[in-house]
Structure formats: structure tokens, C-alpha cells
């Protein structure tokens, strides 16, 4: 039996300044229950910044592992292709990567007219929010394109 790879080529990724090794597309929003759905795309062997999710989210791993590290960069978990997870809002800052190849990662985010994530430094200090209305601007603009 012959493994079909998934084909992201269609895929208009978009990137966002700050956020090394992390694209993403915006699949969705659905203003009414305040849920985002995106694609992730955390590049291989690589951890993006340090953040927090304010929100549910709620993910299904698409393509290769979707690695998450604790704050201090050291490895928390692997979740491989097929894995489904529902992930609570919480205060603990975590890392997020691919492993030996790209990770793409669909996430719903769910609960929330505020802020949706948290980015910290590496002392753990919030130095910026993805807020509700940032993700709408981001989707406008990506249908522009």
C-alpha cells in the first residue's frame, strides 16, 4: 500500500514579521461563534516563539509531527499525523515546531473577542497579542491577494 503525501501546493501561504519558521492561511472565520480555522505550517527541526494560548484550540496534524517544547526550548510532546487534540486555554508558554519535515497543522480557534494568543520573550514577559480582529485583518487581506 503506496502512502499519498499531502500536496500543499495550492495552498496560498502567508507569513507573518516576527514569526520566524510559521505560515499560515486562514481557512475561515465564522464571526457568529467566534471560531478561526487556519492552517499552521511550522517549519522542520525548528521552534517558533514563545506564547501562550488564551483560547481553546483545537488541532488535527496533516502532514509530518507537530512538536510542542516547554518555555526553556526543551521537548514536551509529540503529536504524529492523524492526531486530533483539544487544547484548553492556559497560562503555560510553550514552543511550537516540525519535526524532520515541515508540520502542517490545522487548528480551530475557538472562545474569544479578545486575545487569542500571547507572545512572550524569553524571560517569559508578554511582548505582544494576537487579538480576535487581528486575525479578521489578516483574513481580509489574504483574500485580497
Do not use: C
Not at 508558554?93 to 474569544?112: A, T
Amino acid at each position: 500500500m503506496s502512502q499519498t503525501l499531502f500536496d500543499d501546493s495550492h495552498i496560498h501561504w502567508q507569513t507573518l514579521a516576527g514569526f520566524d519558521y510559521l505560515h499560515y492561511s486562514i481557512l475561515d472565520i465564522d464571526e457568529q461563534r467566534h471560531i478561526i480555522d487556519a492552517l499552521f505550517k511550522f517549519a522542520a527541526n525548528r521552534q517558533i516563539v514563545l506564547h501562550r494560548h488564551k483560547v481553546l484550540n483545537k488541532t488535527f496534524v496533516i502532514q509530518g509531527e507537530h512538536r510542542l517544547y516547554h518555555a526553556d526550548g526543551s521537548l514536551k510532546e509529540i503529536r504524529p499525523v492523524g492526531q486530533y487534540t483539544s487544547s484548553p486555554a492556559s497560562d503555560e508558554p510553550h514552543r511550537e515546531g516540525g519535526g524532520e519535515v515541515d508540520v502542517i497543522v490545522l487548528f480551530s480557534i475557538r472562545g474569544g473577542d479578545g486575545v487569542l494568543y500571547e507572545i512572550l520573550d524569553d524571560a517569559q514577559d508578554v511582548i505582544g497579542e494576537l487579538r480576535w480582529q487581528d486575525f479578521i485583518d489578516l483574513y481580509a487581506a489574504q483574500k485580497q491577494i
